[in-house]
Nanobody, 117 residues
Framework: QVQLVESGGGLVPPGGSLRLSCAAS????????MNWYRQAPGKERELVAA????????RYADSVKGRFTISRDDDKNTVYLQMDSLKPEDTATYYC??????????WGQGTQVTVSS
């Protein structure tokens, strides 16, 4: 069964940190670019960070550069998003996405991140 399962969301005060994880199953993880998206209420879903297969290519949204770090462990079929110096505007549902070279997509169910004092 093709599946992505996110974990690690929660409530954190401004300036805090969270580490999101996304465990993949049912497909050849190493062949897929892994992406983290987020969607805040009333806003469109936006790409936060992406990492290519084998991790050779990484990119970030300008709004998170220098604060977020994406990484992957192909032995564990897992992608991570380390989020530091969190701001209230980072509050959103965060989604894990896998995409291959022919455009096949897999989405996780999402995990809520709330940054508030």
């Amino acid at each position: 069964q093709v599946q992505l399962v996110e974990s690690g969301g929660g409530l954190v005060p401004p300036g805090g940190s969270l580490r999101l994880s996304c465990a993949a199953s049912g497909f050849t993880f190493s062949l897929y670019t892994m992406n983290w998206y987020r969607q805040a209420p009333g806003k469109e879903r936006e790409l936060v960070a992406a990492i290519s297969g084998a991790g050779g290519n990484i990119r970030y949204a300008d709004s998170v550069k220098g604060r977020f770090t994406i990484s992957r462990d192909d032995d564990k079929n897992t992608v991570y998003l380390q989020m530091d110096s969190l701001k209230p505007e980072d509050t959103a549902t965060y989604y894990c996405n896998a995409r291959n070279t022919i455009g096949y997509n897999v989405w996780g169910q999402g995990t809520q991140v709330t940054v508030s004092s």
